[in-house]
């Protein structure tokens, strides 16, 4: 089907695709140089679908078929060093044993691109999806985009290179292994030339010339030293410290990409997360990637029953948009947090980012988090609704913050 | 055209005065390699005591671009800077990877592997110091047999080293070749020719190290040569499975006169306790391999 939006986009085809085709797609259309990647499930057929556009000649890039995951994000990092733009992508151990990588992409500034396709960590073994993996790497510096459905998969690849590219910081797009990856649903996928239109070729901040000899990730001491010429040069924490500095910026960039984003192809992402009915809500759900779209429906059944319950979906949780968050929740006298991660001993991930963000605001909710769907285990709206109601008690007793998160679990 | 001391490359491409150890043989085996390469040439680097040639920030000892990878990373780096030059259309320029021992034989070895299967198109140098001595000297799987380091500091290493060249060689790639810093010229005409060939190339350098094996920093040439002398090391190159002994390695073969190898033990402060047994059983390896490579070669 083709559709014709002549105000905006010039062609969009709607297809049919799963998560890991729609990915591959947003990385067909940025037009990338440079693919490392290694199986691992859920994620495989992103790159096996990305070797067959190569192989077919759609796809003008170097694909190199690697020997693990650390390797591809070496191979990343080195490509983009000399000026490619590259991509990768991994799930869950894929993801761990690339962790080093992690912490080399950022810290040399390189405009990497990553789809995590989340999926639990062992042991014990489980192939199935939860969120445990990219929050585990939430420290290295990357920015990290959690995609709602298929859509928002291409769509986000495709914003991910002119974010990474303009504040040279490397971006993380995750969705959720089996519930997105491997689940087809309607995916508009723009033209080429309107790609072409919204995303420029990669600027690289650094190229390996032997015209222009450069030495790059030497060792760094902590305080700044003087160069041949006598300039005073960053030490290791001032590099450290532009780190930071850019993913605080960085939320300036995403939203005028996600509002550019949409003015060329109609679908705004001029926003760090997801509102749903917040206007008027007491109540709030807050859930990262596909869990946000349960807890829409969760949300209907509660209103039905005349609550006044919105939700609140993280798109970006990194930079964490504290902010704007404690501006969202302003009007709630209780938030409920589903987490498909957890930080052993403390609390779900997101959960203790909310409440860093509502520190110092007049916002005084009752905050509930729940762990949910941990390797693959079903979350149901109806159990979210169910955990709302229970929360809804501790309203009651005046009980702002627990010590430790309730399971949704047989124990 | 042989080389010698006056037709080759004038330029320097590493700069009078680095971080490292007096007596340096990496030194002396990088100069000859970059003025191999003549400045056309990319480097990546792991963490190693080449790192601290380079230099601290901002500061470079090299005037070659170069790129520091993480350990483990470095022919996966070279496959990257490879990968990158051709999607961007960039030709002539040689991408060098370079990796001690450990770097190599240990923690590289994967990646490596992979670059050599996938004939990746780089040059590959592991230069050899036989331990992990940016670290401050521990056990490598290049150590010898006897030798004491930091995690053998007492009975010395227990097994012998493995061999990394016939490693890479059994990849099937089209130039192998071993080399050593007390031979420039041989060294040097091994890395132009490597230059010139495509695919993956890998060429093992034997680089004594003075702090690490407890001898004279004086003596780092003198170690060298007596390791080829007694055939710890042997010179050769395998080019599309053609085995050539080389340069001293040649001249011993033809003359037969191979050292004993206790006369290079002996020299070394690290083999201080290694046992009469340990000796033989060196010995007994450094004849059968020897003996190979005599059998080998072609050019005798």
Redesign the interface.
Known sequence: MILVNKKMARKVSTWILDGNHAAAQGVKLSRV??I?AYPITPQSPVTETLSEFVERGELD??Y?????E???L???????????R?FTATSSHGLAYMH??LH?AAGARLPVVLACVNRAIGAPWNVLNDQQDSISQRDTGWIQIYARNNQEIIDSIIQAYKIAESVYVPVMVCYDGYVLSHTEMPVDVPAQEDVDRFLPPYKPHTI???A??????????ANP????EG?L?HGYMELRYLLQEALQNSRETIIRVGREFGELFGRSYASMFWEDRLDDADIVIVAMGSLAMEAIVAADMLREAGYKVGVLGLRVFRPFPKADVAKALKKSRLVVIFDKNISYGLEGATCSEIKSALYGSSVRAVIRNFIVGLGGRDVKARELVDAVNKSLLSVKEGDLNKEYPEWICDI | MKTNAVNMTEKEYLLPGNRTCPGCALSLAYRHILKALE????V?VPASCL??L???????S?????????F??T???????V??????G?EG?TVLAIAGDGGTHDIGI??L??AAE?Q?DFLYICYDNEGYMNTGNQRSGSTPLGAISGTTPILGKQQNQKDITAIMEAHGIPYVATANASYPLDLYEKVRKARMIRGARFIHVFTPCSPGWSFPFSDTIKIGKLAVETGWVILYEVEDGIFRLTSASASIAKRDNLRPLREYLMEQGRFKNITEEQINELQGWVNTRWKRCLDRAVNL
């Open positions: 140089q440079v490392a890039a170097q190199i078929a690697v020997e693990s650390h390797s591809a070496a191979v990343c990092t080195s490509a983009s060093m000399v000026g490619a590259t080093e990588m080399w390996l010339d032997p222009n000899p450069k030495n790059y990730n030497l060792v760094t001491l030293r003087v160069n041949a300039v040069c | 400045g056309q040439v990319i990546t790192t601290v380079h230099g601290m920030y901002p500061v470079t090299v005037t070659v671009p170069c790129v520091n990878t993480p483990a990373s022919a996966a780096s070279a496959t990257g800077l990968a990158g030059l051709k999607a961007l960039k320029v994967q990646a592997s992979a996938r990746n």
